[in-house]
């Protein structure tokens, strides 16, 4: 039995499951694994919401989406809420579109215009609307926050220069890195908080990690005094009860309907706990940490296979691109954090590859064990001219680097963890253009031919066709 069938049982059956998780949480958390399953009590609160591609839907399985919640509230000193930077219309992010509509709405005055964390540089001249403009230029555009970041002491490293558009003058002591919002929906598939897994605590439950993340958010980017711990546990309560995913496609329709599994209330329903489909078998063998011992299965969105003979073509059409998304062999190659350093894992290119290989959470898609990677989106040649360029020397070998963002390595201070940053979950993925951490794919189609470019994958133009189909339907 597969958790994956265990899901799909019915209620006894998934009493009984549930039972056997219980027992292997006591498990892991004796090696210092997270585990739980996701609520099952019947979401009492939809929210619903067009975009490009059909519809996405939000469920509360915590109960109602509470607008009293701390999530909601001005916690801090300068306007700022959570929901500022993460709101449920935009997939819990921000979309440019979103935050194009807000400036104009109020000549960039609304609290997201901010210049601690929302500007091009942290010293901006803001005070006329054309000034403003210029100044948040990058979230105007990408929707990209900016993470100002030291670096650690005892980096291996330092920063012997940055190409900087914006001549910010920042020293080099530290770097200004701008991100994507990460969406605060699905986090119960976490096994890493935050792009660079800042968040994450050695040890402990994803839950403490969040923990930690809802408390520090509201003093840096809310500019405020720490939470009370009952207002960080309501946060955090809240995140953990919201499912987001594509309910309707515009054209396939209900994603849900006639043996497909679309939609967030399937999803409310999948088991997860951190290691539950590692494909390098990273995690001690054991009753995997959801109760059963399975291997790798590289078979990671069900969702959609019943539509393999649907009369419809465009359903027939997301079948197939999630049976690409699957199965469809490539070699990945030069992966740090995977295959591409003395220190990773293996120590040869994966020739028989799949995008589940990285994406292996079931039917989430994130990495189901912690397992930063550089895929290649940060190196100077893919860099777009507004965004600063950093030049990073080795203290010892004297080596250098560049990168438009050194993501882990600013945590761990390693050299060898230039660049590396989580896989994201997969879901909701129409209403949250663009894509990677730093916005830099402006549409499903282009990260589609970033991999097909990255890993020489050569995709036929139907197959882009069919897994952008699928991906949208996410
Ligand atoms: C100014 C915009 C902004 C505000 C306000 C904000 N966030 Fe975020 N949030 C971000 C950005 C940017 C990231 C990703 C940063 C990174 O990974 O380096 C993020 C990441 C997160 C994550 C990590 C999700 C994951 O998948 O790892 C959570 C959870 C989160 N925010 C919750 C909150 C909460 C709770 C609040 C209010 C206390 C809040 N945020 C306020 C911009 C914001
Ligand atoms: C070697 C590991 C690896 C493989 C293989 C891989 N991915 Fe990814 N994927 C990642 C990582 C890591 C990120 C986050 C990168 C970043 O933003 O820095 C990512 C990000 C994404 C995103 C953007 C999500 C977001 O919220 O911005 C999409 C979509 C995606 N991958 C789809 C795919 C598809 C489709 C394939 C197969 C063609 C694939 N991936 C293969 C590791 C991988």
Redo the contacts with the bound molecule.
């Keep these: 039995m597969t958790a994956t069938h265990v899901s799909r049982a019915g209620g006894l059956q998934r009493g009984l499951t549930r039972l056997l998780f219980a027992s292997a949480a006591g498990l892991a958390a004796a090696i210092g694994l997270t585990s739980h399953t996701l609520a099952d009590s019947t979401p009492i609160v939809e929210q619903t919401f067009d975009n490009g591609d059909g519809a996405h839907r939000t469920v509360s399985a915590a109960g109602a989406i509470d607008r009293d919640n701390p999530?909601f509230e001005d916690l801090g000193t300068n306007g700022?809420r959570?929901v500022?930077?993460?709101q449920s219309a935009e997939g819990w992010t921000i979309t440019p579109g979103g935050v194009q509509a807000r400036f104009d709405a109020t000549s960039g005055l609304d609290p997201?215009f901010r210049t601690v964390?929302?500007s091009n540089c942290a010293a901006e001249e803001t005070s006329t609307i054309e000034q403003r403009r210029v100044a948040y230029s990058q979230l105007l555009e990408k929707g990209v926050?900016r993470?100002d970041l030291d670096v650690p002491a005892q980096a291996e490293f330092l920063i012997e220069s940055v190409d900087d558009p914006h001549d910010c003058g920042a020293p080099l002591t530290g770097a200004s890195m701008f991100?994507?919002?990460?969406p605060?929906s699905n986090?119960g598939f976490?096994s890493t908080?935050?792009?660079?897994g800042r968040h994450t605590i050695a040890g402990h439950a994803i839950r403490d990690g969040?923990l930690a993340?809802?408390s520090e958010?509201?003093v840096r980017?809310?500019e405020g005094v720490p939470p009370s711990p009952s207002q960080v546990r309501a946060?955090v309560d809240f995140?953990l009860g919201l499912f987001t995913a594509q309910l309707r496609d515009k054209q396939a329709g209900p994603l849900g309907e006639r043996n497909a599994r679309g939609g967030p209330r399937p999803l409310s329903h999948e088991p997860f706990c951190v290691g539950i489909n590692d494909p390098l078998g990273m995690l001690p063998a054991m009753p995997d940490a959801c109760g059963v011992v399975t291997g790798f299965d590289p078979k990671v969105f069900t969702l959609f296979s019943g539509w393999s003979e649907a009369p419809s073509p465009e359903r027939q059409a997301i079948a197939r691109g999630e049976a690409i998304f699957n199965t469809r062999q490539f070699a990945i190659t030069n992966v740090p954090g995977l295959n591409g350093k003395a220190s990773d894992p293996l120590q040869a290119p994966l020739t028989a590859g799949t995008c589940t290989v990285c994406h292996d959470t079931p039917n989430a898609g994130n990495h189901s064990v912690s397992m930063p990677l550089d895929i290649g989106i940060t190196a100077a040649s893919r860099r777009a001219p507004d965004v600063p360029l950093y030049t990073l020397r080795h203290l010892q070998t004297g080596e250098t680097v560049q990168t438009t963002d050194p993501g882990r390595a600013m945590v761990t201070g390693r050299w060898d963890d230039i660049s590396k940053f989580k896989g994201?979950i997969l879901r909701a993925l129409a209403s949250r253009a663009p894509y990677f951490h730093d916005g830099s794919a402006s549409s499903l189609e282009d990260v589609i031919a970033f991999y097909d470019t990255r890993f020489l994958i050569g995709f036929t133009a139907s197959e882009k066709a069919d897994l952008l189909a699928f991906l949208r339907a996410l």
Excluded at 193 to 196: F, G, H, S, T
């Design positions: 999530f700022r959570c500022t930077c993460h997201i964390d929302g926050i993470i991100r994507r919002p990460l605060t986090l976490l908080v935050m792009w660079d969040l993340q809802a958010a509201t980017h809310a946060i995140e994201p």
